[in-house]
C-alpha cells in the first residue's frame, strides 16, 4: 500500500474462475433475526441478506486490490447487511480504462451474478475507489446505454483518476522533475503504457477522449453522457499541502483538481443529480497512516442513506 503515497496521478495505478461457490449461513449474535449469506469464488465476493434485499452495492478496488484489501480498508459489510443491503465485491482490477470486450463481459458477469443469487435489479449501486471508480463510471454508462435490465440508479467514485491525458502529463512532469526516486519507475511505466496505448495526447487527444471518462482539455464526458439521470457522487479529499509534502505535487496534478472540473462539467451538461463531495482530514488507511487517497473518507452511514432515499 506504500505506491499509494505518490503522486497522485501514479498511485491510482499503485492506488479470474472457479466453478466452485461455496455458500455459507453467517448469523448475527447482536441481530439474530438477520441472517446473511457469503458467497464466494475467484471472481467476486457477495454478502447479501436473505429476505428483503432492500438494495445492492457493487464494488471495484483501486488498481492492485483484491477483495480482501476492500473489505479491509472499507468496512461497509456489517451496516449494509444491517440495512438488508447485498454488497458485490469484484475482483476486477488492474484497469484503467475499459475497452469494448470488457464492459460487455463485465456487463454479462453482473446479469450472471444477479440472475444466480436472485439479487432485486430495481435499486443497485456502483462505486469505486481509485481506477476503480473509472470502472464504476465507464461500466455504469454502458449498462444504461445498452438499455438492459441491469440499470444503476447511482455510481459514485473515490479519489479517482479520471483524465487520463492528464495521468501522462502528470507522468512527464514526474519523470522530468526528478524530484522523488520511488515514483520515476511508476511515472515511466505509465507513460510508457499510454504511449503504447493512445499515444501522445499533446499531439492526439482524441485516442484518449475515446476511453477517458474525463478529459479536462477539452471538456469531453462522451462515456458518460448517458448517465444524466443517474446520481453521481464524486469523492474526494483536496488536501494540497499533504500532497506537495510528500510527493511535490501541484494542485493541478491531483486527482481531486480534475475531479471538481468534472463536477462543474456536469453541472453545465444537464446532468440532474450531481454530488461534489470534498472532505477534510478523514484519509485514512486501515493501519493509521494518514493517506487522502482512502477509502474512509466515505461516510458509510450517509452513503447507505444516499442509496435508500433517505437522507
Known sequence: MKKFLLIVSIITIFSSCKNDVKEVDVESESIPEKTSLEIKNDNYELHTPTNNIRATLILFGGYPESVEDIKREFKILETAIDHNISVLLMNYNKKLWLGKNELEGLAEQFQNIFETHKLPTD?????????????????????????????????????????????????????????????????????????????????????YEAFSVYTAKTNNIDNIEHLKNTKIRLYTEPDSLWWKEKTMAKYDEMNAYYIKSLYESLNTSEFSNVEYIPTKNKGYRSDGERNPHSWSIIDKENLINWMLNEK
Not at 455504469?140 to 446505454?145: A, G, H, L, Q
Open 123 to 207: 435499486n443497485f449501486y456502483v462505486g469505486g475507489f481509485s481506477s476503480g471508480g473509472n470502472m464504476a463510471l465507464l461500466i455504469s454508462d454502458f449498462m444504461t446505454k445498452e438499455n438492459t435490465n441491469l440499470i444503476p440508479k447511482g455510481v459514485f467514485i473515490v479519489d479517482s483518476p479520471i483524465d487520463l491525458a492528464a495521468l501522462y502529463n502528470t507522468a512527464q512532469k514526474n519523470i522530468e522533475r526528478d524530484s522523488l526516486n520511488a515514483t520515476i519507475a511508476e511515472s515511466t511505466w505509465l507513460l510508457e503504457t499510454l504511449s503504447k496505448e493512445f499515444g501522445n495526447p499533446n499531439i492526439n487527444i482524441s485516442n
